[in-house]
Structures are given as structure tokens and as C-alpha cells.
């Protein structure tokens, strides 16, 4: 059974503002899906739509075959939330934020206060867990609003720019706790962000959005495969013959296209057979960002 399925789904706002257009996209258990954009792309939109926050203007869509729109509580049920900016109770220490919140969910005092505490200390707040929530740093509420999202094991979690205000190594911690909810829990992750390289490490699979549209759809090799084609050989050498086509960094790398990694030795012996030396070769292939601006931009030229 598919967990979530959006189906032609859109969202115009009253003044005729489309945030969503004509989206098709299913995803399986486990599945940990970038949903990637700007902001304005229609990420957030759609995450409400999924919450039944919204109600679709066209199309439809679906968590475990139920309808957000008419099951708003059974969805909430198996879901749980992560936003930019958590909000929970400032006079209330962090234990009491998820003890409450673990209530809303149906748990008792003692399941959540054992359940909170087990997720404090996977995420490195077990020696503040007495401290109310208006001592806490924004990395610290945005931890907390972790735990708060996972304190009735939910099957689906919806994260949106989970990673804000987190320094480097809070942000890793949550990075872990994304993969391993996935790949032991079962978990189906929906991460919206526009931080293209931090998504890129973590996801497996991926929506590109833009103005509401999607733009494209899959894995990494998917996407390239459809978007990019080729590779980027970088080269650093002396007696580069004039015949290649190259682009020098300013740190005098050469950048040369290519469109398979049979080019690689044929490319390397023009450069010695015309007197140079190779210090370093290097492949690159294109990035998330790169699929990304390709796509942009050409979706541009063919206006």
C-alpha cells in the first residue's frame, strides 16, 4: 500500500494564486522523499494539504488511503511534524512539553514521560529535560520540537526546514535520526527544504519544485540520467592541448565535459602525448543543485 499519493493534486488561493499545480507523486514505506525548493515553490502548501490543514482546489491526495481533508485526526494520528520555528511552551520544561503533547496523542502520563525521556537523550537534551522551554536556544526548541513530533511513533514524519538555527553536529545527530527512522522504523520521511546539498546527503529520492510545478522526479541516478547527461573530468596539467574544450577554476583546474568515462584515458593521453604532465584527475557528476539550475533554466529558454 502506497503511504502517501498525490494525485493531479492543486491548490489556488483566493486572488487566483496557484501555490499548487497539477502534482503527481507516490511514495513507499521507508522512503525518505526531498520535496526541494525555493520559497514560494508551493512546499509548504502541499504539506498542509497533506495535514488537511487545506482543502485540494483540484485533485486529490492520500495518507494510508485516507483523506486529509475528511480524516484530519486519523491522519494526525500517523503523522508527526517538525516546522522551521518550534512552538511549545515556554513556562513548561522540556519533559512537560512532550508528557502534554504525548496526551494529545492518546499516550499516559507515565508512557509519555518514559517515551520523552528515551527521545531527550537521543537527541542530547536528557540534562536539560528539568529546564523550561524558555531557557532553551533555538538549536535546543528545535531538538525538543523533534521529540515532540516522534513521541507517539508516528509512521510518517513531515519536516519542514528541520535544520534551521541547528548548529553543525546538532544537525548531523538529526541527519542520523532521519536514517535510521527510515531504514529500522519503517518511517517515511518528507523532508521540504531548499538546501539543495543538505538533501542531496540524506534523501532517497526526490521532487523538484518551482512555482508550484514539479518539475521532476526521482532518485539521484534517475535524475541524472534525465536532466544531466555526461560528466565533469577535472584536471590539473601543463600542455593542455588547444583542441579541448575546458574551463580553468581560478584555482587552475580544468574543467572538461564529458559524456562517458571511456574519455577519461583517451583525454589523459592527448594531454602527455602533446608533452604535459597530470598532477590529479578527478570525476564529478552533476550535483542536485546542477539538475536543478539545468532544469530552472531551461524551463527559462522555453518561454
Known sequence: MNVITLTELSKIYPGGKKAVDSVNITLSSGEVFGFLGPNGAGK??????????????????????????????????????????????????????????????GLTPSESKKRGLELLKQLELYDAKDQKL?????????????????IHQPKILFLDEPTSGLDPESAQNVHDMIRLLSKENGIT?????????????????????????????GTLTQ????????????????????????YQTPEGILEIPIQSEEEIPKTARRIIESGGNIYHISTVLPSLEDIYFHLTTRKESLK
Open 189 to 217: 520521511v518528507f523532508l521540504c527544504t531548499h538546501q539543495l546539498r543538505y538533501a542531496q546527503e540524506i534523501c532517497t529520492r526526490y521532487g523538484l519544485m518551482e512555482k508550484g510545478n514539479l518539475l521532476a522526479e
Open 44 to 105: 509548504t502548501t502541499t504539506i498542509k494539504l497533506l495535514g488537511g490543514m487545506l482543502t485540494p482546489t483540484q485533485g486529490s491526495c492520500t495518507v494510508f488511503s485516507l483523506d486529509p481533508a475528511k480524516n484530519p485526526e486519523k491522519v494526525h494520528a500517523l503523522c508527526g511534524v517538525v516546522t522551521e520555528h518550534a512552538q511549545m511552551y515556554d513556562a513548561l520544561t522540556g519533559i512537560q512539553n512532550l508528557i502534554f503533547y504525548g496526551s494529545i496523542y
Open 223 to 246: 535524475l541524472r540520467s534525465k536532466v544531466c547527461s555526461g560528466a565533469t573530468m577535472k584536471i590539473k596539467a601543463t600542455e593542455i592541448p588547444h583542441e579541448l574544450s575546458c
Open 134 to 150: 524558555s531557557a532553551y536556544s533555538t538549536g535546543m526548541r528545535q531538538r525538543l520540537s523533534f521529540a515532540r513530533a516522534l
